[in-house]
């Protein structure tokens, strides 16, 4: 499985960014995507993950209605929709797949780049 996140950049507080995993490889579909995110000095925390069917779908705590996650079979691709940012919400984003829909990052066997994500007070 492969993964290229894209859509990362410069927003100001209280905009929005929608970040995109392409997935190709040989059966991309057995696996769930999930963003993680990892900010300055801090460990990589679960953001989201969906099926690709798009039933089962998955929030960080802090999410808090702010990010929606969503897949796009015909495009293979994931996307994440992030509104209302903050300059807490500035990390590095990663997406990454993983048999089961789970928030462990170490549950997930492949990762994408990562995308910056800068948000400007």
């Known amino acids: 499985v492969q993964l290229q996140a894209s859509g990362g950049g410069l927003v100001e507080a209280g905009g929005s960014l929608r970040l995109s995993c392409a997935a190709s490889?040989?059966?991309?579909?057995?696996?769930?995507v999930g963003w993680f995110r990892q900010r300055p000095g801090k460990e990589r925390e679960f953001v989201a993950a969906?099926?690709?069917?798009?039933?089962?779908?998955a929030y960080g705590d802090f999410v808090k209605d702010r990010f929606t996650i969503s897949s796009d079979n015909a495009k293979n691709t994931v996307y994440l929709q992030m509104n209302s940012l903050k300059p807490e919400d500035t990390a590095v984003y990663y997406c990454?797949?993983?048999?089961?829909?789970?928030?462990?990052?170490?549950?997930?066997?492949?990762w994408g780049q990562g995308t910056q994500v800068t948000v400007s007070s």
């Open positions: 990454a797949a993983s048999r089961q829909l789970l928030p462990f990052a170490s549950d997930y066997n492949f």
């Open positions: 969906v099926s690709w069917s798009g039933t089962n779908r």
């Open positions: 490889g040989r059966s991309f579909r057995d696996y769930a």
